[in-house]
């Protein structure tokens, strides 16, 4: 699918001949896109638009087949009351208009959607990439795959002609996020530790980054006792991975992205029982998908002066005469003892010693991804992501980064008076709290393995990495969440 923009001053016809058009309405008024698209249609189009019960309701389209005329098929797509729309609402017209487009089986689609107010370029982004994203579609598990079609090409006749430099990272970022779906979307028996390193292994490869992954020898080395703990009730060996990005030129800004990359967690002898989602513990690697996404992307669109390091500690949660008890006590790799009251509370346990490797990076700063409670998923459901960081500038440009690209997160506290909660009378602290304020406690618990003062934030993404039903730009299925708001945090500007 290819992109561009093209500004539309006379008539459409003189400029652009494509199959389907795309025009928004908002609730309501009789705007621009109506006139627009009554000329078009050569008539007033209140009696079909109240025939057809079209509102300009957000999402809601209207697929009108002309067949001899051009275009052939004129798609209305509502913008919603006109006082909110922004660059999310924008997003979800566009994503609505490309289903229904690639339904009418569009091939070269233009959208013709208001975009006064908004920056052109992070508007004609939002749109391209709401378009690819929303148009996704994974059938790699099928043995024979159902026919579909997409656009070719898509023109987006709204933005200025300048809006052509928010095009320049669509591709990277969408080929990011589409990496983190079919990542996250692999069942367990595929998406194994070995296979998340090879997909480090085939990014390195592809776009010339470095390349690292520990064996369990070399973790044992480094006194990864947590990390171990959790992936010694697997068959599969754990993968310690760390890739590197380093632009040409001087270093300016080095950061650390850590993924929690459980490929199933079973929840050990702390079974995860009928339902308690045993079944989707696929996607507890999500994390892991999330930084490899951001690092493809990253490798693609090679940002000056920033180093990035992606870590994934990653392994399989099980059980086996082998695996960790209930009660156990394992050492860190930074010498604190904890006990484990829970083993079902890995994900902590895998990031404590990936937190302490990256903390030894000594970098500017670290953000952490994890699919790591379903008490954060109670807190704030499956749209909104929680973000904890004792940093406010960094917790600042973190949510900045979500809104320019289009996830959403939560600002929760690092009370540290719920610590008590992870006193162990045995050990330096214990893997879980009490349930009350579950999330918070977890991300207490990273906290002790942070450097004191290194900028570090962590985003709990358990809820947003899957959804049920198609929503937004996500279809049903493996989200890629979290790419998109690395990507914009790293590379800046609109034009993520
Ligand atoms: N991977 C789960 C968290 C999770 C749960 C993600 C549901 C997505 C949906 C994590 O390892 C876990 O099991 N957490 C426990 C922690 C508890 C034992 C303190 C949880 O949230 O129940
Ligand atoms: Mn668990
Ligand atoms: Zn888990």
Redesign the pocket.
Known sequence: MEFRCLAVSGSLGEVWSGDTLVVGLFSGAAGDGRAQAETLVGGALEGLLERRRFEGKPSQTLTIERPGHAPATLILVGLGDPEQFGLDALRQASAAAARSAAAAGAEELALWLPIEGLEPAAAAAAMAESVRLALYADQRFKSEAEPRSEPRRVTLLSPAAAAEAGLAHVEATCAGVELARRLVAAPPNKATPQALADEAAAIAGSFGLDLKVLERQDCEALGMGAYLGVAQGSDLPPKFIHLTYRPEGEVTRRVVLVGKG?TF?S?GY?LKTAGS?IEM?KY?MGGSAAVLGAARAIAEIRPAGLEVHVIVASCENMISGGAIHPGDVLTASNGKTIEIN?T????RLTLADALVYACALEPDAIVDLA?????C?IALGEEIAGLWSPSDGLAEALLEAGRAGGEAFWRMPLRSSYKEGLKSPIADLKN?GPRPG?SITAALFLQDFVTKGLPWAHLDI?GTVWSDKPRGVDPAGATGFGVRTLVAWLVGGAAC
């Not at 079902?344 to 994900?347: L, N, S």
């Not at 699919?371 to 008490?375: H, N, R």
């Open positions: 459980l967690d929840g702390n989602q513990m507890d829970n079902d509370a890995e994900g699919t790591l409670t379903g008490a998923v879980t579950g358990a």
